[in-house]
């Protein structure tokens, strides 16, 4: 049976449909109507819904979903799959208690450190026994960039670079890209040696918009062996999250 599984972020709107554990397809929206879900939903006819949202939203189209084929709103108490010791779960964003059901489930045993790339970028770990105890959030790439022109007289409005890969810059535009793109680089490098002090044998899974950005520097270093890429881990971790409660 398909399931639709809607992941509503801080910067766009994910729509996908899993056919049990088979991802189908995957759309982005910057927002989306009734007529989008209208159409999603004559074309593939999911037999259930769920959504995960870290912000508000326009409730017509939800409750379009609702109104044709059950629909469950993501929270953590649905996430009984793993053990969430987070102090105040009810402050703990859907997506990153999503992302790392998502990494449990699918390298089930394994302690998973899952760097989710996006308006913000998240650490999120999860041990070998589904023990979940929290994580960072720092300001993601964008965000630093616009933070440096917002906050200065000076410094002026400079673009991410994919391709940029030095430590240090020769002119005021690379002097940012230097301190932006390298200083997170260097921030990840970190915590990804701060986990695998604990926890040496563990999988580093990249997901999020801007994971791109990181994949190649990370890839190129002594981590190598253990970075793997997952842009829908969030989509995944819902969509497991739906099954499991559709089996209780």
Not at 16 to 25: G, K, Q, S, T
Not at 226 to 234: Q, T
Request: with cysteine.
């Amino acid at each position: 049976m398909a399931n639709l599984v809607i992941d509503i972020g801080n910067s766009y709107i994910k729509t996908a449909i899993f056919n049990f554990d088979e991802l189908v397809e995957v759309q982005s929206h910057t927002d989306i109507d009734e007529q989008t879900i209208t159409d999603i939903l004559s074309r593939y006819k999911p037999g259930k819904a769920i959504i995960s949202s870290v912000r508000k939203h326009s409730p017509g189209w939800e409750e379009a979903i609702g109104k044709q084929i059950p629909l469950v709103k993501f929270n953590n108490s649905m996430a009984t799959m793993v053990q969430n010791h987070y102090r105040t779960p009810h402050t703990l964003g859907a997506d990153r208690l999503a992302a790392v059901i998502g990494a449990y489930t699918k390298y089930p045993g394994k302690a998973n450190l899952v760097i989710d790339a996006g308006t913000c970028i998240t650490y999120d770990g999860i041990d070998a026994g589904g023990n979940y105890y929290g994580g960072s959030i720092s300001p993601g790439l964008h965000m630093r960039y616009k933070a440096l022109n917002y906050y200065t007289d000076g410094l002026p409005v400079v673009d991410a670079d994919a391709t940029f890969n030095e430590d240090t810059g020769y002119d005021t535009a690379t002097a940012i890209r230097s301190g932006v793109q390298s200083g997170m680089k260097f921030e990840i490098l970190g915590f990804i040696q701060s986990y695998f002090d604990k926890h040496p044998d563990t999988n580093v899974i990249l997901t999020g918009g801007d994971s791109i950005f990181f994949d190649t520097v990370l890839k190129n270093s002594i981590f190598a062996p253990h970075i793997k890429i997952e842009p829908h881990l969030v989509l995944i971790g819902l969509n497991a999250v739906i099954q499991h409660h559709n089996d209780q």
